[in-house]
């Protein structure tokens, strides 16, 4: 264990443990809820509130593997958003969550239990990225980029959030009435308007545009409403592949369509971020959860 490593660890609130695929993560604990945080991808793996089931859905089929992404929590998808936008060969959703990040501090009050990592320099000189999660009554995320460049730099990043659900046919999210969005699926690339709730009976890929609006994800069958909300965020995507992608996905179950939904806080497309030299911009994620009787 590095000497910068140990130095996170807090007595009772912030420990370092062996994860899947022996990989190393921060539990960080308050008042009897738990979250997990992987150093490879600053990965999110796990968020529990108290007395509750997880918030966050992981696949059984993920992968644990240096290189590869972490299916389920929040990866963070950054500094391009889905393809590279010049060059097919990069990976899909940038280099950062495929990326071992380090440990910068953390620190633990009767407000919270906070953890923050960096993106290692050598992976993106270019920018430097910090991810800061902050464990209270709810989960915040915040990602940092500041721009180490003397000219402007762009980039589009997700914190690419999968929710546990009981069953996605009982599942409406709110908050995006009369939004524009984009249909990746559709080859009509022209925005269409949203027109109630969102519910899910085929594969959905959604990426609302000029929206900073909350969301909630309803979920009927168990009675519990997770409440999104985000700042310096203009992008949402909502995701579901369905029965067929799920079969094609090899880190994914052929059936775990059933148990997840994606609403991601993102800037991407039109909403892309264009930094100018020695300037940051923070992305700001909080998921809190309610009980519906
Ligand atoms: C979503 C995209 O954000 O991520 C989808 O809108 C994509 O198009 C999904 O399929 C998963 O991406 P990946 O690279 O983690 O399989």
Redesign the pocket.
């Known amino acids: 264990m590095t000497t910068s490593l140990q130095k996170m660890i807090i007595q009772d609130r912030i420990a370092l443990k062996n994860g899947h695929g022996n990989m190393p993560y921060l539990e960080l604990r308050f008042n009897g809820a738990e979250v997990h945080l992987y150093l490879h991808g600053a990965h999110v793996l796990h968020y529990q509130p108290a007395g509750q089931r997880p918030v966050l859905w992981q696949s059984k089929s993920s992968l644990f593997e240096p290189g590869k992404?972490i299916?389920g929590g929040i990866?963070v998808?950054w500094p391009w958003?889905?393809a590279h936008p010049n060059d097919p060969k990069q990976p899909?959703?940038g280099v950062a969550r495929l990326a071992e990040w380090e440990p910068v501090r953390s620190s633990a009050t009767s407000e919270a239990a906070t953890a923050t990592l960096k993106l290692p320099a050598s992976v993106y000189p270019d920018a430097s990225l910090q991810l800061t999660v902050e464990l209270s009554d709810h989960l915040s995320v915040t990602l940092t980029t500041i721009n180490n460049r003397d000219t402007d730099i762009n980039f589009t990043e997700?914190l690419?959030s999968y929710f546990a659900i009981q069953d996605i046919h009982a599942v409406t999210v709110t908050g995006l009435e009369g939004q524009r969005y984009i249909d990746?699926l559709s080859s009509d690339k022209s925005l269409q308007t949203q027109n109630g709730p969102i519910s899910f009976s085929a594969e959905t890929?959604r990426?609302y545009t000029d929206t900073s609006h909350a969301c909630a994800v309803i979920d009927t069958a168990l009675k519990r409403r997770i409440h999104v909300s985000k700042e310096n965020s203009l992008s949402t995507?909502v995701?579901n592949?369905w029965i067929e992608?799920s079969i094609r996905?090899p880190d994914f179950g052929d059936r775990e369509y059933l148990e997840m939904v994606?609403v991601?806080t993102a800037n991407c497309g039109s909403n892309a971020v264009t930094l100018p030299p020695g300037q940051t911009h923070a992305m700001h994620l909080r998921i809190s959860t309610q009980k519906d009787s």
């Open positions: 992404p299916r990866p998808c958003f889905g899909l959703h997700a690419h990746k890929d990426v995507v995701w592949p992608k996905m994606c991601e």
